[in-house]
């Protein structure tokens, strides 16, 4: 029997899809059980496994013998507004998550970078924050609990539904950015705030050494924006960089920081956007991210970012990049070849910052890693970990690289 | 244990930092939870990172399982050491090593105290947000074992939320460095596992934290109510508005009365069934002004008898007071207390309370709440005398039914006082054989031969059959551990 014979009598054909252009066969399993049914065979078989959310971000190329996707996962099972938690399966696309919490006055407040359809589990399994991690903090905080399977086709529990929990090993963390090294995401557990009943966005465009000074007055203003993204000029489709001030929460916040924001300008002309408009500039930011082959984040401290901003320039170009300075959080977006990516991480693990890959062809994701090498000690924990969770090493995941 | 473990440890640490005695010994035989005693072997207290290295180093050559300990607050039994183990105090390695205002930063020893911290940040315009109860005397290392919490971290975040980096001794004295200086993992996430793993990972030797901005205004108000409901239902009316107060505190009427009768007497009015302590704060005044009415309203249409805002830094501190020394207030009340940990749906808290009203009654028990109403986390505290076999047995058993009420709600057993010994006898109530022995197998990546915090947070009996099952993957199992039972005579 071939792969997909046996995957077909073992899910039923509604699970097989049209193969990906590599002619890999691609099941998209309907449930956590069929998930783990079909990696406990394929850790019996020797298969080894790629995994898939919509393949709206992560180029689907990995080497492997079946493409899982998770696409058919895409269930809600519970949204609690009074809570302000949601459990929502890994397979489900932001935009019609979006849609079913605002629906009952909930908001998940993630902007990652990706199209509209990127599903939860590939934004949770790949930790991929957008601007509002300046004011919300990144993924892993807006995360209550995750089941997952391993390579070998166990079901995990780790976490809960409530807002606070210390009980057993935080695997949770360790899923969200492991890029689907210790299993695959299959079900999430959400902590979700009330939808912002004022969400207003400013811009200012200006030079980028001028922008950054403004956002550092904002910053000691006390001012507590949903997002403060410095923008290059290519991706926000302007002639200068912009400076894009996301101010959300209950009216009388945001028209005290609105206020507060006129006043620690100096003078400088923030542009207020429609709704509509806010909406494009933000959309249009996030989708930048996933039209280019190579994406990755680096991550400093706050008073590094202008230095760090210029290395990339230096190295790389600047033409496609998103900082968050106050959070010391950079994007970029582009094309590089595997020895300028390599050198670059060298020069910033130097500089104690770390480089994440997070889309790349898999040639050079293959080589390069998504992480790199580790810090002193983390490499044999890892490889453990790897083993403890995907004893026959049937996922396919680019953690370290060649 | 070998005979030479005290005087080789004493040529590391020196001879007055090595403990043999038992009456020193018995010093550290507690912890913050009257129910459990255990009594180490040794305790050595390492005074520098050099130090501490070489205790592990040498505990490795030996084969000993050690416990790593801060200020033995803790609330779970999770800093207890048994026989046949050694104790490593941290507390003399207190220092902060490094203060980075401008990146809002601090690297830290294990050993500082929480509250010091906050201290040295205060200058700078910077606070250490997590803010656990114990604050004036627990510290950083133990909060990060812990993953631990406190009133303010509804808005702040807990432990976990501030943490960037560490610097990790592993129980075989190999050092691991996670995280990096502006909080992006260095691949996967080892300091998100690591923090509240309770010990079993390691010891954090270096523990870089975020800090925060001190707010610029704030407003504390008491808000009064005639029931336990309506001050739940207050609470959600809160958090359905979209605002996110910094604290949100509730004690209820046995809570009141033992803080009114003693010497943090905080002017609570002593005829409420419950009081809500609601604290907003933030970087603009008038923000925090107008969110301050919106709460106010919201409190009194939810049915607060009356809603008070302290009017000077004194008058909130008062209150703050009270809440923050129930604990100790309730020493009043009897010899021992159990200070349960549980998490539930804030939607249910209304229902959960007057359940855990109930259990007291039909088991005749004190219970008085004091807790984090704005998470859903609760602390039921059981009064009594230990010394009463029959009294010690009723609040076992009321303290499961608790537990039961609480995860039957759709909650958990601990939201920041951990598992410890004290809670492992639930942990298979919430989790599966198949997770248990997940975390089993994570644990041994770290420490392959469980010598760092043996028997805590994992009841290995309860994933037994499914280690067995899958002994073929490197899923193995490490034999029985013993259950936590409530009290080990010394």
Same mark, same amino acid.
């Given at each position: 029997?071939?792969?997909?014979?046996?995957?077909?009598?073992?899910?039923?054909?509604?699970?097989?899809?049209?193969?990906?252009?590599?002619?890999?066969?691609?099941?998209?399993?309907?449930?956590?059980?069929?998930?783990?049914?079909?990696?406990?065979?394929?850790?019996?078989?020797?298969?080894? #496994?790629?995994?898939?959310?919509?393949?709206?971000?992560?180029?689907?190329?990995?080497?492997?013998?079946?493409?899982?996707?998770?696409?058919?996962?895409?269930?809600?099972?519970?949204?609690?507004?009074?809570?302000?938690?949601?459990?929502?399966?890994?397979?489900?696309?932001?935009?019609?998550?979006?849609?079913?919490?605002?629906?009952?006055?909930?908001?998940?407040?993630?902007?990652?970078?990706?199209?509209?359809?990127?599903?939860?589990?590939?934004?949770?399994?790949?930790?991929?924050?957008?601007?509002?991690?300046?004011?919300?903090?990144?993924?892993?905080?807006?995360?209550?609990?995750?089941?997952? #399977?391993?390579?070998?086709?166990?079901?995990?529990?780790?976490?809960?539904?409530?807002?606070?929990?210390?009980?057993?090993?935080?695997?949770?963390?360790?899923?969200?950015?492991?890029?689907?090294?210790?299993?695959?995401?299959?079900?999430?557990?959400?902590?979700?705030?009330?939808?912002?009943?004022?969400?207003?966005?400013?811009?200012?465009?200006?030079?980028?050494?001028?922008?950054?000074?403004?956002?550092?007055?904002?910053?000691?203003?006390?001012?507590?924006?949903?997002?403060?993204?410095?923008?290059?000029?290519?991706?926000?489709?302007?002639?200068?960089?912009?400076?894009?001030?996301?101010?959300?929460?209950?009216?009388?916040?945001?028209?005290?920081?609105?206020?507060?924001?006129?006043?620690?300008?100096?003078?400088?002309?923030?542009?207020?956007?429609?709704?509509?408009?806010?909406?494009?500039?933000?959309?249009?930011?996030?989708?930048?991210?996933?039209?280019?082959?190579?994406?990755?984040?680096?991550?400093?401290?706050?008073?590094?970012?202008?230095?760090?901003?210029?290395?990339?320039?230096?190295?790389?170009?600047?033409?496609?990049?998103?900082?968050?300075?106050?959070?010391?959080?950079?994007?970029?977006?582009?094309?590089?070849?595997?020895?300028?990516?390599?050198?670059?991480?060298?020069?910033?693990?130097?500089?104690?910052?770390?480089?994440?890959?997070?889309?790349?062809?898999?040639?050079?994701?293959?080589? #390069?890693?998504?992480?790199?090498?580790?810090?002193?000690?983390?490499?044999?924990?890892?490889?453990?970990?790897?083993?403890?969770?995907?004893?026959?090493?049937?996922?396919?995941?680019?953690?370290?690289?060649? | 244990?070998?005979?030479?473990?005290?005087?080789?440890?004493?040529?590391?640490?020196?001879?007055?930092?090595?403990?043999?005695?038992?009456?020193?010994?018995?010093?550290?035989?507690?912890?913050?939870?009257?129910?459990?005693?255990?009594?180490?072997?040794?305790?050595?207290?390492?005074?520098?990172?050099?130090?501490?290295?070489?205790?592990?180093?040498?505990?490795?050559?030996?084969?000993?399982?050690?416990?790593?300990?801060?200020?033995?607050?803790?609330?779970?039994?999770?800093?207890?050491?048994?026989?046949?183990?050694?104790?490593?105090?941290?507390?003399?390695?207190?220092?902060?090593?490094?203060?980075?205002?401008?990146?809002?930063?601090?690297?830290?020893?294990?050993?500082?105290?929480?509250?010091?911290?906050?201290?040295?940040?205060?200058?700078?315009?910077?606070?250490?947000?997590?803010?656990?109860?114990?604050?004036?005397?627990?510290?950083?290392?133990?909060?990060?074992?812990?993953?631990?919490?406190?009133?303010?971290?509804?808005?702040?975040?807990?432990?976990?939320?501030?943490?960037?980096?560490?610097?990790?001794?592993?129980?075989?004295?190999?050092?691991?460095?996670?995280?990096?200086?502006?909080?992006?993992?260095?691949?996967?996430?080892?300091?998100?596992?690591?923090?509240?793993?309770?010990?079993?990972?390691?010891?954090?030797?270096?523990?870089?934290?975020?800090?925060?901005?001190?707010?610029?205004?704030?407003?504390?108000?008491?808000?009064?109510?005639?029931?336990?409901?309506?001050?739940?239902?207050?609470?959600?009316?809160?958090?359905?508005?979209?605002?996110?107060?910094?604290?949100?505190?509730?004690?209820?009427?046995?809570?009141?009365?033992?803080?009114?009768?003693?010497?943090?007497?905080?002017?609570?009015?002593?005829?409420?069934?419950?009081?809500?302590?609601?604290?907003?704060?933030?970087?603009?005044?008038?923000?925090?002004?107008a969110e301050t009415e919106a709460v106010a309203e919201l409190l009194r249409k939810s049915g607060a008898r009356s809603v008070r805002i302290a009017a000077s830094e004194a008058e909130r501190e008062r209150l703050w007071q009270g809440r923050k020394k129930a604990f100790g207030a309730m020493g009043r009340l009897s010899r021992d207390l159990?200070?349960?940990?549980?998490?539930?749906?804030?939607?249910?808290?209304?229902?959960?309370?007057?359940?855990?009203?109930?259990?007291?009654?039909?088991?005749?028990?004190?219970?008085?709440?004091?807790?984090?109403?704005?998470?859903?986390?609760?602390?039921?505290?059981?009064?009594?005398?230990?010394?009463?076999?029959?009294?010690?047995?009723?609040?076992?058993?009321?303290?499961?039914?608790?537990?039961?009420?609480?995860?039957?709600?759709?909650?958990?057993?601990?939201?920041?006082?951990?598992?410890?010994?004290?809670?492992?006898?639930?942990?298979?109530?919430?989790?599966?054989?198949?997770?248990?022995?997940?975390?089993?197998?994570?644990?041994?990546?770290?420490?392959?031969?469980?010598?760092?915090?043996?028997?805590?947070?994992?009841?290995?009996?309860?994933?037994?059959?499914?280690?067995?099952?899958?002994?073929?993957?490197?899923?193995?199992?490490?034999?029985?551990?013993?259950?936590?039972?409530?009290?080990?005579?010394?």
């Open positions: 029997m071939t792969i997909l014979e046996k995957v077909t009598a073992l899910l039923g054909e509604g699970a097989v899809l049209e193969p990906s252009t590599d002619r890999v066969p691609r099941i998209a399993p309907g449930s956590p059980d069929a998930v783990a049914l079909l990696l406990g065979t394929a850790h019996q078989e020797g298969w080894r #496994v790629r995994i898939e959310g919509a393949g709206t971000w992560l180029q689907s190329d990995a080497p492997a013998d079946l493409a899982l996707t998770t696409r058919r996962l895409d269930r809600v099972p519970a949204v609690e507004p009074a809570d302000l938690t949601a459990t929502a399966e890994a397979g489900i696309g932001l935009d019609q998550l979006r849609q079913q919490l605002a629906d009952r006055g909930a908001w998940l407040s993630i902007d990652p970078p990706g199209l509209a359809g990127r599903t939860l589990g590939s934004i949770v399994a790949t930790a991929t924050a957008g601007p509002l991690r300046h004011g919300f903090g990144p993924i892993k905080d807006h995360l209550l609990g995750v089941t997952f #399977v391993t390579g070998d086709g166990r079901m995990v529990q780790s976490g809960g539904r409530v807002m606070k929990n210390v009980a057993g090993y935080d695997l949770t963390r360790l899923q969200a950015g492991g890029f689907g090294a210790f299993g695959v995401i299959v079900l999430v557990h959400l902590r979700l705030r009330t939808l912002p009943r004022a969400d207003v966005t400013y811009l200012l465009e200006g030079a980028r050494e001028d922008l950054t000074q403004v956002g550092e007055d904002i910053a000691a203003a006390g001012l507590t924006p949903a997002a403060l993204e410095l923008v290059s000029p290519a991706l926000a489709r302007r002639e200068r960089w912009v400076l894009g001030v996301r101010l959300a929460g209950s009216p009388a916040l945001v028209a005290a920081d609105e206020a507060g924001l006129r006043a620690a300008s100096g003078g400088a002309r923030f542009t207020p956007l429609r709704a509509e408009e806010a909406h494009a500039f933000w959309m249009r930011l996030a989708e930048g991210f996933a039209v280019r082959p190579v994406t990755f984040r680096i991550g400093g401290v706050p008073s590094a970012s202008d230095e760090l901003l210029d290395l990339l320039q230096h190295q790389l170009g600047d033409e496609w990049i998103s900082a968050s300075p106050a959070a010391g959080a950079i994007r970029w977006t582009g094309d590089a070849s595997i020895d300028r990516l390599q050198r670059l991480r060298r020069t910033l693990a130097g500089l104690e910052v770390p480089l994440t890959l997070e889309r790349a062809p898999w040639p050079l994701r293959g080589a #390069v890693g998504h992480f790199g090498a580790y810090r002193e000690g983390v490499g044999p924990l890892v490889a453990g970990l790897r083993r403890t969770f995907d004893p026959g090493g049937a996922l396919v995941v680019a953690t370290e690289g060649s | 244990m070998s005979p030479s473990l005290a005087s080789d440890l004493a040529s590391i640490v020196g001879q007055r930092h090595v403990r043999e005695a038992r009456a020193e010994r018995v010093t550290y035989a507690m912890d913050g939870l009257p129910t459990h005693r255990r009594l180490p072997d040794l305790v050595v207290l390492p005074g520098t990172r050099e130090e501490l290295i070489a205790v592990v180093r040498l505990l490795a050559a030996h084969g000993v399982p050690f416990v790593p300990r801060g200020a033995g607050t803790g609330l779970s039994g999770g800093a207890l050491a048994d026989e046949g183990s050694v104790l490593i105090v941290l507390t003399r390695l207190n220092r902060i090593l490094k203060m980075d205002a401008g990146n809002r930063a601090a690297i830290v020893e294990p050993g500082v105290v929480n509250a010091k911290l906050s201290a040295a940040a205060r200058p700078h315009g910077l606070q250490y947000a997590p803010d656990p109860s114990s604050q004036s005397a627990c510290t950083i290392g133990g909060n990060v074992a812990e993953n631990a919490g406190g009133p303010h971290c509804l808005k702040y975040g807990v432990t976990a939320n501030h943490v960037l980096a560490l610097e990790v001794l592993l129980a075989d004295g190999t050092v691991v460095e996670s995280g990096s200086p502006g909080g992006e993992p260095w691949g996967p996430d080892l300091v998100g596992l690591f923090v509240g793993s309770e010990g079993n990972f390691g010891i954090a030797t270096k523990i870089t934290v975020r800090l925060t901005p001190l707010p610029r205004a704030v407003r504390t108000m008491l808000a009064d109510f005639n029931g336990l409901r309506t001050a739940g239902e207050a609470v959600s009316a809160i958090i359905a508005a979209g605002i996110v107060p910094a604290a949100l505190e509730m004690m209820d009427q046995s809570c009141i009365a033992a803080v009114e009768d003693s010497v943090y007497a905080a002017g609570y009015p002593r005829d409420a069934a419950a009081v809500l302590l609601v604290e907003l704060d933030g970087r603009n005044e008038a923000g925090v002004i159990v200070v349960q940990d549980a998490v539930v749906p804030r939607s249910a808290l209304p229902q959960v309370l007057e359940t855990i009203c109930t259990i007291a009654k039909r088991y005749d028990l004190v219970v008085s709440n004091v807790f984090h109403a704005g998470d859903g986390n609760l602390h039921p505290n059981i009064s009594f005398d230990a010394t009463d076999p029959a009294l010690k047995q009723r609040v076992e058993a009321a303290s499961a039914e608790i537990m039961s009420t609480c995860i039957a709600a759709g909650g958990t057993i601990t939201g920041e006082h951990g598992v410890g010994i004290d809670k492992l006898r639930y942990m298979p109530l919430i989790f599966d054989p198949e997770s248990l022995g997940a975390m089993q197998a994570v644990r041994r990546v770290f420490d392959p031969k469980e010598r760092v915090n043996p028997g805590k947070v994992i009841p290995v009996h309860a994933c037994r059959e499914w280690t067995s099952a899958r002994s073929d993957s490197g899923w193995v199992n490490p034999g029985a551990v013993p259950r936590g039972e409530p009290v080990r005579a010394l």
